[in-house]
């Protein structure tokens, strides 16, 4: 048994204990039996494809109800018919799973405990000339009801349980589950690229990744999938057995945060500088984007979190390893180019999900192979470019919003640079062009300040040792002075802001930071705000490059 929860077609345990009774219970009588059958007829309804035990069931029921009700009035073989179909129906359902191995109907009947003589009445339906008595059949049809209670609706009793959605709390082997979860995303991410041309687990030419695989199987999903023979278990269908089998583990309050951790944790395949340089030919290349067979690697795992609604969470993460100063510069660099890869492929699906409702065709294509050869014929400037993720899903909300992404791009980060643009692509409505220019400029000159200096590079740069420095100070000094700029222009400084003594050099000790310091935090000002602008109604950026350039020019 799998214990993962499924959509099923009764509304509750109790229900399910209910029909349990009514039908197997010593008590039971025509009158509860009937009920029973209502009850199912109802799951019918619901769910028109019951699980094989209760379909059987279903039909075994009704014939026999119909039987004992009418059992003076209607025609005996009208009953043989009805009661031969219904066992038939029950061993093609219940014998199934062993004769799609290969076993014979008798086989598979000694297999499950079946009796042979039932497998011969059905032979004796489908291929004889006479149908069975009806005594025999009916006989047959209580063997049969029988059975079915003891392979399956006991064995499915202690695991009928009420699943309320919502989140969940995790214990360690939940925690343990979704680093398996993960860890086998990842795997199964690598193997699909197409390079590679592994269809199935007998594929993989490194045993050490299989067996990693199959024990993540098993650790997952337990015996819900057949590992006899590798070769018959295809990469797609794994991939398909994540999207529809995980969706429990996911519900948990910590999910995002452990997730986050089993993939950007200090032992991170996806941020790995090994990695990357083996498919870049063993040389890490500072580039402002990644070469598509890397980024193919991870095309499944990424997909699976954009479905999941986890890459928003994701992002959010690799942002703050970009930040890290402490962090090895090529892993913030990496962090920084993935960021960027992943933005523009949600501007990718925001695009084609736009169109397809505008286009409000009748019928909905759902597969993702239809969808992305969809996507190619409407952008076939895309193709083989880059990243696609789940085009069936949106952007994040949050990353649309400018007041959540003004934090991110607000604080300094060496790195902003390589997915600023991209994040402004995402926000609705969509910022002036004007304006998304001057905030990437801004960003570029605070990250790479060196490159907009001045014709002269700069005596002192200052830090925070300077604005304590001058702080401590007691005295203010008036100063007078005429200085020349590059360009051989004088300009008059004449004011009571620069409290610093002026050197020989006309160079100025600690600059405008003194009286500032003194009545102004500058590490809680946004970027783009003077200190005594911060908190005020205005949130517009507007950034003015000749005064910029003016102020990093050496006063002579």
């Known amino acids: 048994m799998s214990e993962y929860y499924n959509v099923v077609p009764w509304y509750s345990s109790k229900e399910w204990q209910k029909l349990y009774v009514d039908m197997y219970s010593p008590s039971s009588t025509v009158s509860s039996k009937e009920e029973a059958l209502k009850l199912l007829m109802i799951w019918k309804a619901r769910s028109p494809s019951l699980p094989s035990g209760i379909e059987s069931t279903l039909t075994l029921l009704e014939v026999q109800i119909q039987d004992i009700k009418n059992i003076h009035t209607v025609n005996d073989t009208m009953l043989c018919l009805a009661y031969s179909t219904a066992l038939m129906r029950f061993v093609n359902h219940m014998l199934d799973s062993q004769t799609a191995k290969g076993s014979s109907l008798y086989k598979a009947a000694k297999n499950l405990g079946v009796p042979d003589w039932i497998v011969d009445l059905r032979h004796d339906t489908a291929h004889g000339n006479t149908l069975p008595s009806i005594e025999l059949l009916r006989e047959a049809t209580l063997i049969s009801l029988d059975w079915l209670k003891k392979n399956y609706w006991d064995k499915h009793k202690e695991f009928i349980n009420d699943y309320v959605c919502g989140q969940i709390d995790l214990d360690e082997s939940g925690e343990n589950k979704i680093s398996a979860l993960m860890s086998f995303c990842v795997s199964l991410s690598i193997c699909a690229h197409s390079k590679l041309n592994i269809k199935s687990l007998g594929d993989i030419p490194d045993i050490n990744m299989r067996e990693s695989i199959v024990n993540d199987i098993r650790d997952l999903f337990k015996d819900s999938l057949d590992l006899s023979n590798m070769k018959k278990v295809s990469i797609r269908s794994l991939i398909n057995l994540i999207n529809t089998q995980s969706k429990r583990l996911l519900k948990s309050k910590n999910t995002a945060i452990l997730v986050n951790k089993t993939l950007l944790g200090k032992n991170s395949i996806f941020l790995s500088l090994e990695v990357l340089n083996f498919l870049n030919d063993g040389t890490p290349k500072k580039e402002s984007s990644l070469s598509k067979h890397y980024v193919h690697c991870f095309e499944v795992l990424l997909t699976f979190l954009h479905t999941n609604d986890l890459l928003q969470e994701f992002i959010l993460e690799l942002i703050k390893i970009s930040q890290n100063t402490n962090e090895n510069r090529h892993k913030c660099w990496l962090a920084a180019v993935w960021i960027s890869e992943i933005l523009c492929a949600l501007k990718k699906s925001s695009q084609f999900v736009s169109k397809m409702n505008k286009k409000k065709s009748g019928t909905e294509v759902k597969k993702r192979k239809d969808l992305k050869t969809l996507f190619y014929h409407w952008f076939p400037n895309e193709k083989g470019c880059g990243l696609l993720l789940d085009l069936n899903k949106p952007v994040p909300k949050d990353l649309t919003d400018i007041n959540f992404v003004r934090p991110i791009i607000s604080s ?9 643009k991209d994040i402004l692509n995402l926000i609705e ?88 310091a003194k009545h102004h935090d500058w590490s809680s000002c946004p970027i783009g705000k003077l200190p005594w602008q911060h908190g005020t109604e205005s949130e517009q950026i507007e950034v003015n490059t000749n005064n910029i350039q003016s102020m990093d020019t050496e006063i002579n």
């Open 412 to 420: 300094y980060n060496e790195y902003l640079t390589y997915f600023i």
């Open 429 to 516: 409505p969509q910022l002036p062009s004007l304006i998304t220019e001057k905030i990437c400029k801004l960003a570029k000159m605070i990250s790479s300040p060196s490159k907009f200096a001045g014709n002269s590079t700069p005596s002192k740069i200052f830090t925070v040792d300077d604005i304590k420095a001058a702080t401590e100070d007691s005295f203010i000094i008036d100063i007078e002075a005429n200085t020349k700029l590059s360009d051989n222009q004088e300009v008059n400084v004449s004011s009571n802001l620069f409290g610093s003594e002026v050197t020989s050099a006309g160079q100025m000790s600690y600059g405008i930071w003194q009286i500032v």
